[in-house]
């Protein structure tokens, strides 16, 4: 079991920053990846940003070149900047533990980017 708890969220004009943060918790070690994808309004669920196993990162497009994230033994931050109102969204803490187990999320942290 792993339990994941977002904070960071919140109301901010194009062009700022935000950072959101995730703290795991529980079966975490060894997990295949950790990371972040959001949902904006009457859209698909997109990656935002991953940790592999490795330690390797792996952005989706939205992001490449405006957010970074890192980890720390237990915490999962995502710094962006240069913020768009197509940023506004839910994003979602993921934790995979690899192929065939259950994923697990956290409940999501809204960031809305006003124009």
């Known amino acids: 079991q792993v339990r994941l708890v977002e904070s960071g969220g919140g109301l901010v004009q194009t062009g700022g920053s935000l950072t959101l943060s995730c703290v795991a918790s529980?079966?975490?070690?060894?997990?295949?990846?950790i990371g972040w994808y959001r949902r904006a309004p009457r859209k698909e669920l997109e990656l935002v940003a991953i940790?592999?196993?490795?330690?390797e990162a792996e952005y989706g497009d939205s992001g490449k070149g405006r957010f970074t994230i890192s980890r720390n033994v237990d915490t999962v931050s995502l710094q962006m900047t240069r913020l768009k109102p197509e940023d506004t969204a839910v994003y979602y803490c993921?934790?995979?533990?690899?192929?065939?187990?259950?994923?697990?999320w956290g409940r999501g942290t809204q960031v809305t980017v006003s124009s």
């Open positions: 529980g079966s975490i070690w060894g997990l295949a990846s």
């Open positions: 940790v592999k196993r490795g330690g």
């Open positions: 993921n934790a995979d533990p690899g192929p065939g187990q259950l994923e697990y």
